[in-house]
């Protein structure tokens, strides 16, 4: 079973305050991404990565920055936490790459609550 | 501005009726279109999926039909049960970039006993 796990479920910070969201697969996925989740916007892509070290930038990347040092964890940090990075956060994971026209299905996990006041 | 455009927000039903979801897309590059189901306190997680070769896929009482030429499809939750009570969310993945997924808005369905 592939397990994604992310460090916190629910988190306060202080506006201004550097966050670091963590999040760790155990079925040593090339590819891991990080979305925010928004009511009536759906799940909007900040950055993914597919190897260690390596990252692009999704749709949403302004006030962001990730860290993949290892293949089984991937970091989301917000340099300077601002009231309207309060939000659902999830964190997923994947194979790399395509079989048979077919994509590989992405395994999400529980998401962290932050809250920015 | 997003890519794929996703009706209704949410959604009731009575027990043994008929749910039906709603998504739409334009860029013609797409080539895959999963749909995922993420229960209250749980990450989302893959329902079903089809590829625009096929006009309709059928998984229990989950049905995805595809509609090429107008760019549409939709999920249908036949007999629906209050534990199909979720949020789902269609999706798609283009040629150039199959890693990545582009999600609607979101659908609540709410199912009454």
């Known amino acids: 079973d592939v397990k994604v796990t992310q460090s916190s479920r629910y988190l306060v910070k202080r506006t201004g305050e550097k966050v670091f969201l963590e999040c760790v697969q155990d079925m040593d996925h090339e590819n891991m991404f990080w979305y925010r989740q928004d009511p009536g916007l759906g799940l909007r892509l900040i950055y993914f990565?597919?190897?260690?070290?390596?990252?692009e930038k999704g749709d949403i990347p302004e006030g962001y920055s990730v860290s993949r040092e290892k293949k089984e964890r991937f970091s989301l940090i917000l340099e300077s936490a601002s009231t309207n990075q309060t939000s659902m956060y999830l964190c997923?994971?994947?194979?790399?790459?395509?079989?048979?026209?077919?994509?590989?299905?992405?395994?999400f996990g529980p998401g962290t609550r932050l809250t920015v006041t | 501005q997003q890519q794929v455009k996703q009706s209704p927000q949410s959604l009731i039903v009575q027990k043994g009726g008929i749910s039906i979801i709603n998504c739409a897309y334009e860029n013609t590059a797409f080539d895959y279109f999963p749909w995922y189901q993420q229960f209250p306190g749980k990450g989302p997680a893959l329902l079903i999926a089809i590829r625009p070769d096929v006009s309709e896929k059928k998984e229990g009482r989950f049905t995805i039909s595809f509609n090429k030429s107008a760019k549409q499809f939709s999920l249908h939750i036949m007999d629906s049960q209050p534990g199909d009570s979720a949020t789902y969310f269609c999706?798609?993945?283009?040629?150039?970039?199959?890693?990545?997924?582009?999600f609607g808005s979101g659908t609540k369905l709410n199912v009454k006993p």
């Open positions: 999706a798609a993945s283009d040629i150039y970039n199959f890693n990545k997924f582009y």
């Open positions: 990565s597919y190897d260690v070290k390596m990252k």
């Open positions: 997923a994971s994947s194979l790399f790459g395509a079989r048979q026209g077919k994509r590989y299905e992405q395994y």
